[in-house]
């Protein structure tokens, strides 16, 4: 079906870049390297899809001999025998990483449009890496630009190619879609949106603009919400901070939900980090006994989500360590504790006793304006933050940015006030808000309602070269195949091509993401499916009209 443009919610600009300044290069010859890899793209996915490189075969036959239920199958086993051959024949053409971490179409963009800087995509220099300030003078240490870790089939090639001028077509999509989309197990009601990026230019569309539960695909709008009123390059901080006329030592929350109270805390604010630092300033006045208390009135309202106590999510406040996890996990559901402010607090208070700083037993408490802060450490920059949450769809995360986004735009932050937040700063982006609900951050809640229509177009604002805070959205967005909530899935498709957020509750599964077709065109898409009784075929329906996106020219 031919459907008109997607031109209500941003106006036509003359310099929108074409597609080829969104992914390449190598997307020309990507027509050429990914349509002999994209296998056994499904029974759906059009007879014109050949077969996998000659390379790739005798190890990808011995996966999908195994049959289309094989799901066990994992990619990080796989890498030296199957995944080899996708990333030789696949993931060379679209991506997913350079050996600089940054996506191969993301560099390869920036050559397009002439800009310098690696992968820190231009900042400067400087040796303070925990500045709370969004400016270049507490920004990481510039990265250089490096080579792809693998070299496209046919030989090495640098110079940017055009993709075609010619769009995909309505009836092109339709022919490939529709009887996917018809498939029963995406349940009584589905809802579906395919748009070029490049142009803005609505190529499919099936109740695009009807609004349904999303699920997860919440947080994509979380995310651009709070980019967009923060900024990329935003930090969350925790402090210890003295109150001289008492002598009380408040750890203050900044609502950093990747603090971290592990020995190795990698990247991520240290909460061990911040009692050394204190304990020093402390034995610097002469303290070694202090009253403790801690400070989490930056975020308001009630901490449990209206679903309840949940393995999903832990009560969301503004002081937590390692996400309230009694388990060594960093992502997906885990037993949490009850209250993560005063489990905090007592690991604060232990890493003080260890560095000879005695305290009384935490207790909440206010910092006041008088408080002399002593020490604080920051989280990595809001970008990091907005892809950890989309890869793992972290809930923690997703609530605390919604919170976040409330507090940066002088909102409450509570459930409901994030909501507002994130809605407020979309609508602000001229995005197409009808029908729109946002209850939470993390699309837990079942009141919340997106519509197809309004996550295209969040990816596609993510896409455009005016945006570059919120390149985070895609390039957090799971990879097919290869990491988050798709490491598993895709073994038989797409691996590598599709990069899609994925949205699952009972009776509702959704898939948003990106793709780029055999003609090199990147498409942004969005499939929202309500009253489904069987997720696991509900997926496997999702996979295959994505895939099919990805292996087909549809003209």
């Known amino acids: 079906m031919v459907v008109p443009e997607l031109r209500s919610w941003r106006a036509v600009r003359p310099h929108v870049v074409r597609v080829t300044d969104a992914v390449r290069p190598r997307l020309a010859r990507a027509a050429q390297i990914v349509r002999p890899s994209l296998a056994r793209v499904t029974a759906a996915a059009r007879p014109q899809v050949a077969r996998l490189t000659q390379a790739a075969g005798p190890r990808l036959a ?37 050996s600089s971490g940054q996506r191969t179409a993301e560099r390869d963009r920036v050559a397009a449009l002439e800009r310098t800087g690696g992968a820190d995509h231009g900042r400067k220099d400087d040796s303070s890496p925990t500045s709370g300030t969004d400016t270049a003078a507490g920004a990481p240490r510039p990265a250089p630009s490096a080579p792809s870790v693998l070299t496209g089939l046919g030989g090495a090639a640098n110079t940017v190619k055009s993709a075609p001028d010619a769009l995909p077509t309505g009836t092109g999509v339709a022919a490939v879609l529709d009887r996917l989309l018809a498939d ?30 999303p699920a997860s695909t919440t947080k994509i709008a979380t995310a651009v919400a709070a980019l967009s009123a923060m900024g990329a390059d935003h930090r969350l901080t925790t402090r210890a901070a003295l109150e001289a006329d008492t002598g009380e030592l408040v750890l203050v ?11 190795d805390a990698g990247d991520w604010a240290s909460l061990h980090a911040l009692a050394d630092s204190a304990a020093r300033e402390l034995k610097k006045r002469g303290l070694t006994r202090v009253t403790l208390s801690y400070d989490t009135t930056l975020f308001a309202g009630a901490e449990v989500h209206p679903i309840g106590v949940n393995t999903n999510l832990a009560p969301v406040t503004a002081l937590s360590a390692d996400e309230g996890r009694t388990d060594d996990s960093t992502s997906g559901p885990a037993t949490r504790v009850s209250d993560p402010a005063a489990d905090a607090g007592r690991k604060f208070a232990e890493f003080l006793e260890a560095d000879g700083i005695r305290t009384t037993a935490p207790g909440p408490s206010k910092a006041t304006t008088r408080a002399q802060t002593l020490a604080s450490v920051s989280s990595p920059p809001l970008a990091t933050l907005v892809e950890r949450m989309l890869t793992n769809s972290d809930n923690d995360i997703a609530e605390a940015l ?12 509570d459930f409901a006030g994030g909501g507002k937040a994130v809605q407020a700063q979309l609508q602000k982006l001229g995005l197409p808000l009808k029908g729109a609900a946002f209850k939470d951050g993390s699309g837990l809640d079942r009141e919340d309602r997106l519509t197809a229509d309004l996550l295209t177009a969040l990816l596609v604002e993510a896409g455009d070269q005016d945006h570059p805070e919120l390149r985070p959205v895609l ?15 895709y073994a038989d498709g797409a691996a590598g091509v599709v990069r899609a957020k994925t949205g699952t509750l009972t009776g509702v599964n959704a898939l948003a993401g990106t793709v780029v077709d055999q003609d090199g065109r990147l498409l942004a898409f969005a499939v929202l499916a309500s009253g489904t009784s069987d997720p696991t075929a509900a997926q496997t329906a999702l996979d295959k009209a994505a895939t099919a996106l990805a292996g087909c020219g549809c003209r």
């Open 475 to 489: 390039t957090g967005l799971p990879v097919a195949g290869f990491t988050g909530t798709l490491s598993a899935r």
């Open 253 to 263: 929350g900044g609502g950093d939900p990747t603090l971290t109270a592990r020995k």
């Open 184 to 213: 029963p197990a995406l349940g009584a009601r589905h809802t579906a949106a395919v748009v070029d990026v490049a142009s803005g230019k609505r190529l499919y569309g099936t109740g695009a603009d009807r609004a349904l539960t």
């Open 402 to 413: 919604a919170r976040q986004t409330a507090v940066a735009t002088g909102g409450h932050a």
């Open 62 to 98: 011995r996966i999908t001999k195994a049959g289309p239920n094989a799901r066990s199958w994992q990619y990080t086993a796989g890498a030296a025998t199957a995944g080899l051959a996708l990333a030789a024949g696949v993931v060379t053409a679209a991506g997913p990483w350079d």
